[in-house]
């Protein structure tokens, strides 16, 4: 039966090792409290590190911890060694990509031999993953520690089904591209089928940077990198409502929340709950509510902060600093406005059960939530679920992903001490009936998109990818097919061969003119011509002279700008009917307009056409442009009974009724042929395609929709197909 595995840096089960005994209790953390109750519904196994470095490990405890885990909790441990975790855990990861991702560039060192570690954890999570995934099972990769381990696991298990989930925010381009391992990073990610986001705005980023450093371009959030269909999609992340909403009746929950007012007694409680981190804003939200004492001195002694630091990361430097200031500020406060009998925060650093956190929650009249940069915070999710009553405030900031969803709270700059301040005397002042109508809103909301919503809609559209790529895959040639092809080939007699050139007998380039056919190509084509049974036909957008330049060697027959000129062997170039080309003195202003607007952009003219080329524009720019250019042609063209062609990053303006197809009927109307193929890749080339016969075998290079009968990937596969026919011919 197939499963779920769900892939993270660490288990839902935290192992420490205290005085020779292993103690096992429940990892903290947004993705463990978030998907832990979706993970215990299903068939699922949980693989991550275990906590522990192996060398503190004797094997007999390593074989407890791995006992006790899959047993009792279906989690298979990984044991990384104390200087994997030194270079991988606080190396990488805390030095490198989270600084990077969360925009503190001041922050991130780049070193190559944390890379390095970084890779050699992804394969060792990739050895252990291998070892318990089926080839029908689905793997849900957590989080920016593992990167790269949807391609080392694709190239181990080619037909599994991946998706990949970041749970902080994914950069912009300019931020991105600082990182020197950026393609691999990317490159790693985008073999899983599946890529999610908390926002739409990270989504962009990511797209962003793909199609900048790989070239790569979407539509609607659909990737074809390579010969692989993928697809990008934001999820915002719920939680466990009902485990919330319904924790408040609990008694041991009540209990605690009544010791907690007892404590208070008729003041105001501000709470304010993070892990200790640089991107939660800890000391500007500290410097804002002291400004707010000082602004509101009539709130001194009917308030009180109620400071939550988790502790985290303690062994990194930023973070041991961070500390120090959050220490140092929280005494400064408390023996600036404190008095005997009120201190105005209430500072604990430690980590919160989960009632006496609900208690917390519950207890509080304003959250104050406010990271500098976070990608979604659970924590205002949870807030929100837990007044039963609906009473309550929370003020977010507008830089977490949760702000998308919670309109209704007080949406503030976290960087903005004064809109702080005003937030929090709105806050307290606020009547109750408005703060139950917002909460209500929101609680409706975050119960209908809770997270077993959120993890069932990222395993729907993973089931929606992989059809699409089945479908798809369904058009490729099957090896049944291929035996078939080359069969009917060997024992043909007239054989017609069209073969498109850019983008399917070689790959695009950046300048069209330094993209020449290699000695490999040349030797292909010799071979294939050279046989007296084939008739083979170079099509192509490409001017006849060039065409003519690179191919009056060989035995072939040449169809040039889309089929605007024709030649065959021996004879002089012949157009289909009479051609103008008056017509350009009007329509080239427009597109050179346009390559002045538009950097990295040409135009290249040829006999009876106009090529607009934006291979090199910025992808967002080409977007923007080749739009503009597009409506503006089409509003000239309508006047002289021209008709403009979109190709792989140009727009070609041309006569109507020219293209590829028409010419191709003169070849097949010349004869009863027994054997006709034809491949291309540009929607050029769907013209020929339409006008074949059902029998022919054309193939559309590319995995996308089209009117030829069969996929090819790639050049390289179009390449082994023609030397699978130059084989046969030689047997024949």
């Given at each position: 039966?197939?499963?779920?595995?769900?892939?993270?840096?660490?288990?839902?089960?935290?192992?420490?090792?205290?005085?020779?005994?292993?103690?096992?209790?429940?990892?903290?953390?947004?993705?463990?409290?978030?998907?832990?109750?979706?993970?215990?519904?299903?068939?699922?196994?949980?693989?991550?590190?275990?906590?522990?470095?192996?060398?503190?490990?004797?094997?007999?405890?390593?074989?407890?911890?791995?006992?006790?885990?899959?047993?009792?909790?279906?989690?298979?441990?990984?044991?990384?060694?104390?200087?994997?975790?030194?270079?991988?855990?606080?190396?990488?990861?805390?030095?490198?990509?989270?600084?990077?991702?969360?925009?503190?560039?001041?922050?991130?060192?780049?070193?190559?031999?944390?890379?390095?570690?970084?890779?050699?954890?992804?394969?060792?999570?990739?050895?252990?993953?291998?070892?318990?995934?089926?080839?029908?099972?689905?793997?849900?990769?957590?989080?920016?520690?593992?990167?790269?381990?949807?391609?080392?696991?694709?190239?181990?298990?080619?037909?599994?089904?991946?998706?990949?989930?970041?749970?902080?925010?994914?950069?912009?381009?300019?931020?991105?591209?600082?990182?020197?391992?950026?393609?691999?990073?990317?490159?790693?990610?985008?073999?899983?089928?599946?890529?999610?986001?908390?926002?739409?705005?990270?989504?962009?980023?990511?797209?962003?940077?793909?199609?900048?450093?790989?070239?790569?371009?979407?539509?609607?959030?659909?990737?074809?990198?390579?010969?692989?269909?993928?697809?990008?999609?934001?999820?915002?992340?719920?939680?466990?409502?009902?485990?919330?909403?319904?924790?408040?009746?609990?008694?041991?929950?009540?209990?605690?929340?009544?010791?907690?007012?007892?404590?208070?007694?008729?003041?105001?409680?501000?709470?304010?709950?993070?892990?200790?981190?640089?991107?939660?804003?800890?000391?500007?939200?500290?410097?804002?509510?002291?400004?707010?004492?000082?602004?509101?001195?009539?709130?001194?002694?009917?308030?009180?902060?109620?400071?939550?630091?988790?502790?985290?990361?303690?062994?990194?430097?930023?973070?041991?600093?961070?500390?120090?200031?959050?220490?140092?500020?929280?005494?400064?406060?408390?023996?600036?406005?404190?008095?005997?009998?009120?201190?105005?925060?209430?500072?604990?650093?430690?980590?919160?059960?989960?009632?006496?956190?609900?208690?917390?929650?519950?207890?509080?009249?304003?959250?104050?939530?406010?990271?500098?940069?976070?990608?979604?915070?659970?924590?205002?999710?949870?807030?929100?679920?837990?007044?039963?009553?609906?009473?309550g405030v929370l003020i977010l900031s507008e830089r977490t992903g949760a702000a998308k969803e919670l309109g209704e709270a007080i949406i503030v700059n976290p960087n903005n001490k004064e809109q702080i301040c005003e937030a929090l005397k709105d806050a307290l002042t606020m009547p109750e009936q408005l703060q139950i109508e917002a909460n209500r809103t929101m609680q409706r909301r975050l119960d209908r998109y809770n997270v077993q919503r959120w993890a069932g809609d990222f395993m729907d559209s993973l089931s929606n990818i992989k059809k699409i790529q089945k479908q798809l895959s369904a058009r490729r040639l099957s090896f049944?097919?291929?035996?078939?092809?080359?069969?009917?080939?060997?024992?043909?007699?007239?054989?017609?061969?069209?073969?498109?050139?850019?983008?399917?007998?070689?790959?695009?380039?950046?300048?069209?003119?330094?993209?020449?056919?290699?000695?490999?190509?040349?030797?292909?084509?010799?071979?294939?011509?050279?046989?007296?049974?084939?008739?083979?036909?170079?099509?192509?957008?490409?001017?006849?002279?060039?065409?003519?330049?690179?191919?009056?060697?060989?035995?072939?027959?040449?169809?040039?700008?889309?089929?605007?000129?024709?030649?065959?062997?021996?004879?002089?170039?012949?157009?289909?009917?009479?051609?103008?080309?008056?017509?350009?003195?009007?329509?080239?202003?427009?597109?050179?307009?346009?390559?002045?607007?538009?950097?990295?952009?040409?135009?290249?003219?040829?006999?009876?056409?106009?090529?607009?080329?934006?291979?090199?524009?910025?992808?967002?720019?080409?977007?923007?442009?080749?739009?503009?250019?597009?409506?503006?042609?089409?509003?000239?063209?309508?006047?002289?009974?021209?008709?403009?062609?979109?190709?792989?990053?140009?727009?070609?303006?041309?006569?109507?009724?020219?293209?590829?197809?028409?010419?191709?009927?003169?070849?097949?109307?010349?004869?009863?042929?027994?054997f006709i193929l034809a491949i291309g890749d540009d929607y050029t080339d769907e013209d020929v395609f339409a006008v074949l016969s059902e029998k022919a075998y054309s193939f559309k290079v590319g995995l996308l929709p089209s009117n030829a009968r069969f996929n090819l990937n790639s050049v390289k596969e179009v390449r082994l197909l023609l030397k699978g026919l130059i084989r046969r011919q030689k047997d024949a």
């Open positions: 039966m197939s499963k779920l595995l769900i892939v993270s840096n660490r288990l839902p089960v935290t192992i420490e090792k205290r005085k020779g005994s292993l103690l096992f209790r429940q990892s903290a953390g947004g993705l463990v409290t978030g998907i832990s109750s979706f993970y215990k519904a299903h068939n699922s196994i949980w693989l991550g590190w275990c906590g522990i470095p192996s060398d503190k490990l004797s094997k007999k405890e390593k074989k407890r911890i791995e006992t006790k885990l899959i047993r009792e909790h279906n989690c298979y441990p990984l044991f990384l060694s104390k200087r994997n975790i030194e270079k991988y855990y606080y190396g990488f990861f805390n030095k490198t990509l989270w600084p990077l991702f969360h925009c503190f560039n001041q922050y991130v060192i780049y070193d190559k031999a944390l890379w390095q570690s970084y890779k050699k954890v992804n394969e060792l999570f990739c050895d252990k993953l291998a070892e318990i995934a089926g080839p029908k099972d689905t793997i849900w990769i957590h989080d920016y520690h593992l990167m790269l381990l949807p391609k080392l696991i694709r190239q181990r298990l080619p037909n599994v089904k991946i998706g990949f989930f970041l749970h902080i925010p994914f950069p912009p381009f300019e931020t991105f591209r600082l990182l020197p391992w950026r393609k691999e990073i990317l490159e790693g990610v985008l073999d899983a089928d599946l890529i999610g986001f908390h926002t739409y705005d990270y989504v962009w980023h990511f797209l962003f940077s793909v199609g900048r450093l790989l070239g790569y371009e979407h539509t609607l959030g659909q990737i074809t990198a390579g010969n692989h269909i993928l697809k990008v999609d934001s999820f915002p992340m719920g939680i466990d409502y009902k485990r919330f909403a319904k924790a408040v009746d609990d008694l041991r929950v009540q209990k605690e929340h009544s010791k907690i007012r007892n404590k208070v007694g008729s003041r105001k409680i501000i709470l304010s709950i993070d892990r200790l981190d640089y991107t939660k804003g800890i000391i500007q939200r500290l410097e804002a509510f002291d400004s707010f004492l000082e602004k509101n001195p009539k709130y001194q002694k009917k308030v009180v902060f109620i400071l939550v630091v988790v502790p985290s990361r303690t062994r990194v430097e930023h973070y041991r600093l961070l500390k120090k200031q959050v220490d140092e500020f929280v005494g400064k406060m408390n023996g600036k406005y404190g008095s005997i009998g009120w201190m105005p925060i209430w500072y604990l650093y430690s980590f919160l059960s989960f009632r006496n956190l609900v208690a917390l929650y519950n207890a509080a009249d304003v959250a104050l939530i406010t990271p500098l940069k976070d990608g979604m915070n659970l924590i205002a999710k949870e807030f929100i679920a837990s007044k039963g009553d609906g009473r049944v097919g291929k035996r078939e092809l080359f069969a009917n080939y060997s024992k043909s007699k007239k054989r017609l061969i069209f073969l498109d050139y850019d983008g399917t007998l070689i790959a695009f380039g950046e300048r069209p003119e330094k993209v020449k056919p290699d000695s490999e190509l040349l030797k292909l084509l010799k071979t294939l011509a050279s046989d007296r049974r084939n008739e083979l036909v170079i099509i192509s957008g490409r001017e006849k002279k060039i065409l003519e330049k690179w191919f009056a060697c060989l035995d072939v027959r040449l169809i040039a700008e889309h089929g605007a000129w024709l030649k065959e062997k021996g004879n002089k170039w012949e157009t289909i009917e009479p051609l103008k080309s008056d017509w350009k003195e009007k329509a080239r202003p427009i597109l050179e307009l346009y390559a002045d607007r538009t950097p990295g952009s040409f135009v290249e003219e040829k006999d009876f056409s106009l090529v607009w080329h934006y291979r090199r524009v910025d992808p967002e720019l080409a977007l923007v442009r080749a739009r503009e250019l597009k409506s503006a042609l089409l509003h000239f063209t309508t006047n002289f009974n021209l008709q403009v062609l979109e190709g792989n990053k140009v727009l070609e303006v041309k006569r109507v009724g020219v293209n590829k197809g028409r010419a191709v009927l003169r070849w097949l109307e010349k004869k009863n042929w027994d």
